[in-house]
C-alpha cells in the first residue's frame, strides 16, 4: 500500500525553529513535495526534494532521506503569518501527474 | 494574470440535487485535476484529465463526473449518487511532463454544503 503520515498538530512560538516530519511508504519514488495550507484557501507550493539532502530556501527548509523514507520541513524564525497546514506530498515511480498526499500538519503559532 | 479560477467560493445544495462546479485555467497546462478535501483529512483525488477529451477516474470518482471540452475548463459534477457531498473541493493544474517533478497549482476552492 501507499502511506504517507504526518503529526496531526503542532504548536510553536512565535520567534523559534519548529521540524515538521513526514515518513512515507510508496510504490517507488520519484520526489517530495511540500506544501502549505492556510485555513480554507488553497495549497501553495514550498519546496521540491528529489535528491537526499537540504533543500534551504529562506526561512524555510526541506530534508529528504530516500533511504529512510523520511522528509522534514523546518521552519526558522516563525511568525504569526506561518499559522497554517503543511501538506506533504510524494510523486510514485512511473507515475507522472499523480501525487499521494499525507493528511497535513496544522501549525499552530503563539504569540 | 496567468491562474485558476473556481466558481462559487461558497455553494448550498438541498440533498439530491447535483450541482456542477467550475474550473478555469490559463496557465496553458495540460493536465487538471480534481480533488476533495475533509477536515483532518490529506487530499482525495476525484478525477484527472491529462488531455481534451480524456480523463481518468482518481481514487473517489463514485458519485462524481467530469468533462474535458477545452483545454482550459475541466468542470465537476456532483451527483445525488454521491453520498457525503459536503466538502471543500479543490481543482488544481500542472504542465505536461515526462520528467518527475510535477507540481500541481490550485485554485481557490468552492466549499459545497449539502442540506
Known amino acids: 500500500g501507499q502511506n504517507i503520515d504526518q503529526p496531526t498538530e503542532m504548536t510553536a512560538t512565535e520567534g523559534a525553529i519548529v521540524q515538521i516530519n513526514c515518513t512515507y511508504q510508496?510504490?517507488?519514488?520519484?520526489?517530495l513535495f511540500w506544501y502549505q495550507q492556510h485555513a480554507g484557501e488553497a495549497p501553495t507550493f514550498l519546496s521540491y526534494?528529489?535528491l537526499d539532502g537540504l533543500e534551504e530556501k529562506g526561512r524555510f527548509s526541506s530534508f529528504l532521506s530516500r533511504s529512510k523514507g523520511y522528509s522534514y520541513l523546518l521552519l526558522k524564525e516563525l511568525q504569526m503569518k506561518d499559522s497554517a497546514s503543511y501538506l506533504c506530498?510524494?510523486?510514485?515511480?512511473?507515475?507522472?501527474?499523480?501525487?499521494?498526499w499525507g493528511a497535513g500538519t496544522k501549525l499552530i503559532i503563539k504569540p | 494574470d496567468g491562474g485558476i479560477t473556481q466558481s462559487p467560493k461558497y455553494l448550498f445544495r438541498k440533498e439530491g440535487q447535483n450541482v456542477t462546479l467550475s474550473c478555469e485555467q490559463n496557465?496553458?497546462?495540460?493536465?487538471m485535476y480534481w480533488y476533495r478535501q475533509d477536515p483532518g483529512q490529506g487530499l482525495r483525488l476525484i478525477y484527472y484529465?491529462?488531455?481534451?477529451?480524456?480523463?481518468q477516474k482518481g481514487d473517489i470518482a463514485e458519485g462524481y463526473s467530469v468533462s474535458r471540452e477545452k483545454k482550459e475548463s475541466f468542470p465537476l459534477t456532483v451527483t445525488s449518487a454521491q453520498k457525503n457531498p459536503t466538502a471543500f473541493y479543490l481543482c488544481?493544474?500542472?504542465?505536461?511532463?515526462?520528467?518527475?517533478?510535477?507540481?500541481?497549482?490550485f485554485g481557490p476552492g468552492t466549499r459545497l454544503t449539502v442540506l
Open positions: 526534494n528529489v
Open positions: 484529465s491529462q488531455i481534451v477529451n480524456d480523463f
Open positions: 496557465l496553458n497546462h495540460d493536465a
Open positions: 510508496t510504490s517507488g519514488f520519484n520526489g
Open positions: 488544481a493544474s500542472s504542465p505536461w511532463t515526462s520528467a518527475s517533478y510535477n507540481e500541481q497549482f
Open positions: 506530498a510524494v510523486t510514485p515511480k512511473g507515475s507522472n501527474y499523480q501525487l499521494i
